[in-house]
């Protein structure tokens, strides 16, 4: 329910904060103190369409803030939580309009869209007026009233999910033949691509392996090259037998002419030079023997670089004809062998669809018919309750109905097939129409009371507000609306504007609204009554500027809920 409502710079309205209650409220006050004010703040906080001219003449902005108690599992809690809030005990609603008529929207501190804002107003404030668009009037509600009102929840469910399993089977019915056409106008190129990949047959994670493989190979390749040409320098590189070996012996040869003949190699002056030249002969001889035993050991097979070489190459070139990656290429073939194996066996599977979807729709229908026969009877009954109502508010010619008929199959869904209207004829012998187009404002207001009475046990809305549902009316009728409102009041929080004595005296809390000039300027305040203060205002709408003892008395019976005696009304 709605507890405060916070006002700043709103027209005639400076600063205002009040606090309701559970209950019937009463707003009362002299034509033009303001009240309209006050519902069109609330308005800009439930998402209405912000205009400059809201933004008070000395002010460079207005706001508004409305707070509510929403009830355990009210339909806002899911709304916020589909934007990833939190769920709180408390809903804030805020709007801020600028003077250029530029606005903001919050709830809960969150800046949100005023399409959002607007959604969640709708939820938890319900505006009932002469000048309002109506719920009750648009035919759009009329099936989910009906169905509050007077048909199970276990029938609504079943029909819902009756749809969902007929709808569901109707789609994968659709979807395959939608593949099986696909698949016969393309039947030579599948036939063919499979074929092809079928002989590539790509394994999973192949281009991967091969990559490694390809890059191992290259580099033991690129290692022999570099162990052979090594090894090529070590060795005789012409038919003379020239190299590094023979070299070395041809030095030693040299240096040992220079020792006496006969000598020992220790006194020939180069042994130290023949002696490293020997340590050189063994070592190169050592360098070739271990070169050799690498060369003899290298993993190199110029064949099969070039086999992994044309595999790869050969997986990647399909990849790019079929506009896949390598790693896809096996569920793309497992998609072609599907697509082709549909082909086949294509018409089993359609028999067996539409099979299924033969048995979704009997039980959809079944279970639609027996929501009919429901709503029927409720229909019925909605009727007689509504139509007890209409001759205290004076609409004792009035006749309601509540129509159920059975829409085209186009039409069809997860609510069922019916089409729920509620019309009213307004005199005798007049055919019945929409709600809107035939009633006049006060007419269409009362039968807004008279259906809320009987509906409001299921509103899933827990704020209604009323602005001016007794006008034009008094005496009686206005005593039939004040109970009325007090009926629906009982279940929901109600906040109604009134010119009625009769309705003021049922209210539970009484707020007057007023005009009164502050610092040589006019402004809008309002006040809650005291049962004193609440007497004289009663009193004021009995009697007018001039308030008798009598008006006082006729007050007292009204507040005690007894009829005035006649001729106290000026």
């Known amino acids: 329910m709605l507890t405060a409502l916070s006002i700043r710079d709103v027209v005639l309205i400076e600063r205002l904060d009040l606090a309701f209650e559970s209950g019937l409220t009463v707003l009362t006050g002299e034509t033009g103190a303001g009240k309209s004010i006050l519902l069109d703040s609330l308005g800009l906080a439930l998402g209405a369409r912000a205009e400059s001219g809201l933004v008070r003449a000395s002010a460079e902005q207005a706001s508004v803030?409305?707070?509510?108690?929403?009830?355990?599992?009210?339909?806002?809690v899911s709304v916020l939580a589909e934007q990833g809030w939190e769920a709180e005990d408390e809903v804030v609603l805020r709007r801020i309009v600028l003077k250029d008529g530029r606005s903001r929207a919050f709830i809960n501190d969150h800046p949100v869209g005023v399409g959002l804002l607007r959604r969640i107003g709708a939820l938890l404030v319900e505006v009932q007026g002469q000048h309002e668009q109506m719920s009750l009037a648009d035919p759009a509600s009329h099936a989910g009233l009906l169905d509050a009102f007077g048909v199970p929840m276990a029938l609504r469910s079943a029909v819902s999910d009756a749809w969902r399993i007929w709808h569901d089977a109707l789609v994968r019915l659709e979807n395959a033949r939608e593949a099986i056409a696909a698949a016969a106008r393309d039947e030579e190129w599948l036939r063919h691509a499979f074929a092809e990949l079928a002989t590539l047959a790509p394994r999973v994670g192949e281009e991967e392996a091969l990559a490694r493989e390809r890059l191992r190979l290259q580099q033991n390749e690129r290692r022999a090259e570099a162990i052979a040409s090594a090894l090529a320098e070590l060795t005789p590189r012409d038919r003379r037998g020239a190299g590094p070996a023979a070299s070395l012996r041809a030095a030693s040869r040299a240096l040992q002419r220079l020792a006496p003949s006969g000598d020992a190699v220790g006194d020939n002056p180069a042994g130290p030079a023949l002696a490293a030249l020997e340590r050189a002969e063994e070592a190169l001889a050592e360098a070739e023997t271990l070169l050799s035993r690498l060369i003899a050991d290298a993993d190199v097979d110029p064949r099969l670089l070039e086999q992994s070489e044309e595999r790869l190459f050969a997986l990647r070139a399909s990849a790019r004809k079929h506009s896949v990656q390598v790693p896809d290429l096996p569920v793309l073939l497992d998609t072609l062998s599907g697509r082709l194996a549909a082909l086949e066996t294509g018409a089993a599977e359609i028999s067996e669809l539409e099979q299924a979807a033969r048995a979704g729709r009997e039980r959809y229908l079944a279970a639609a018919a027996a929501l009919s026969a429901s709503r029927g009877a409720a229909a019925g009954k909605l009727q007689k309750a509504v139509g007890k109502e209409l001759p205290p508010l004076r609409l004792d010619k009035a006749r309601f109905f509540a129509e159920v008929g059975v829409l085209p199959e186009a039409g069809w869904g997860p609510n069922g097939m019916d089409q729920v209207r509620f019309l009213i004829a307004t005199n005798p012998g007049q055919e019945p129409g929409p709600l809107a187009r035939v009633a006049s404002g006060g007419e269409l207001s009362r039968l807004m009371l008279a259906m809320k009475v009987v509906l409001s046990a299921g509103s899933a809305v827990p704020t209604l507000v009323f602005d001016e549902v007794d006008s034009g009316v008094g005496g009686a009728t206005a005593a039939a609306v004040g109970e009325r409102l007090a009926r629906v009041a009982e279940g929901l929080q109600v906040l109604v504007v009134t010119h009625s004595p009769q309705v003021a005296a049922?209210?539970?809390?009484?707020?007057?609204?007023?005009?009164?000039?502050?610092?040589?300027?006019?402004?809008?305040?309002?006040?809650?009554?005291?049962?004193?203060?609440?007497?004289?205002?009663?009193?004021?709408?009995?009697?007018?500027?001039?308030?008798?003892d009598a008006a006082r008395a006729a007050a007292d019976d009204l507040l005690r809920g007894q009829k005035p005696p006649q001729g106290v009304l000026v």
């Not at 049922?506 to 809008?524: E, I, S």
């Not at 004193?532 to 008798?548: F, H, K, P, V």
Request: proline content about 7%; overall charge positive; hydrophobic content about 40%.
């Open 506 to 548: 049922r209210g539970a809390a009484h707020l007057r609204v007023a005009k009164a000039a502050l610092r040589d300027r006019t402004a809008t305040t309002v006040e809650r009554l005291t049962p004193d203060e609440r007497r004289e205002e009663i009193a004021r709408m009995l009697a007018g500027e001039t308030i008798s």
């Open 65 to 76: 803030t409305a707070c509510f108690f929403p009830p355990d599992g009210h339909p806002v």
